[in-house]
Structures are given as C-alpha cells and as structure tokens.
C-alpha cells in the first residue's frame, strides 16, 4: 500500500471488509433477502448489498451489531492484514482417518447446559475462529483437537468419541 494514496488504501480495504460481510453470510446459507427478514429490517438487503460491493462504509457499532446478529466474534468479519499469514489449516492436513471422524453438532451443544458443556462449547468456538468456519451446524473435529476434547470430558482420547454419542453431540 506504500504509495497508494489514502482514498485508493480506504476504498481497497472497504472492498476486503465487504468480501468477509459476504463469506460470513454465506457460511451461514443466508441470502441479503434472509438477513433483512431475520434482523427484522435492521439490516436492509440493499445497505448490506453496498456493504458487501464496498461501496458504503460500515460504522463500528454496526459492525458489531451485525457480528452479534451472525453469531461470530467481530474480528472475524474484518479482513486481514495483507501479507498476514491466514488462520485457516488446511483441513487435508490433520484429518481422522475416514473411519475415525467425529462431527459435533452445534445446536444440541448449545442447548446443553453445565459446567462440561460450558467448557467444551467454548473450546468448539475456539477451533470455528481459528477455521474462520462458522456455519453453525456441525463442526468435524480433527484429531488434535479430539486430545483437548478427552480432557475436557475427562475421558481418553479413544473413549472420547463414544462419549461424545453418550452425550447426544455426534451429528448423524
């Protein structure tokens, strides 16, 4: 951005945060049209339209509005700093073997309560900000991330899945 001048460096990054805006809504299967409805027209479809193209700058308070509204931390709808490593794994990388994949689903571990499901709801949100993954229905966990999720559950790493089905989270 060395000798851009600065409404080229402004209207550059508007550009990036409206890709993000988009990716996010994507993820989450919801159209402009889905979004106006659910947020009772807080957010209109043409106004984040704009946002989305770059064309309209979007305010901070608004910005965390929408955040709240899309169920992700704030940070995550801003772009990042060009040059900035990614921080999305390759998901080829680290996976379980085919037969040794576990899906956890979201929506039962939120309805859950107590202090085990407090803390493994929020070691799931950890790996959706870390993946930049938040569709918000099931998450495939990896096999690292599985060790984290035996302790939590005060169980092995190879009893860790049947105990996850114990408790109703394994996605079908």
């Not at 945060?17 to 409805?37: C, P």
């Not at 308070?61 to 709808?77: G, I, K």
């Not at 089905?165 to 996605?171: P, R, S």
């Amino acid at each position: 951005m060395g000798d851009e001048p600065k409404d080229a460096a402004a209207i550059k990054y508007g550009r990036r945060v409206g890709e993000r805006l988009r990716s996010i809504r994507r993820q989450k299967r919801l159209s402009l049209q889905d979004v106006e409805a659910a947020s009772d027209q807080e957010f209109k479809a043409s106004v984040l339209g704009a946002y989305e193209r770059g064309e309209r700058a979007i305010s901070v308070p608004r910005l965390q509005r929408l955040a709240r509204f899309y169920a992700v931390p704030v940070d995550q709808l801003l772009p990042r700093d060009e040059g900035e490593a990614d921080a999305t794994i390759d998901l080829t990388d680290r996976r379980f073997e085919a037969n040794h994949s576990v899906s956890i689903d979201l929506s039962r571990l939120h309805q859950m309560s107590g202090a085990e499901s407090d803390m493994l709801a929020r070691y799931v949100e950890m790996i959706q900000v870390q993946r930049q993954d938040f569709n918000g229905r099931v998450l495939t966990i990896r096999r690292d991330d599985l060790q984290a999720i035996a302790c939590i559950l005060g169980s092995s790493l190879e009893g860790a899945p049947s105990r996850l089905v114990d408790l109703g989270l394994v996605a079908g």
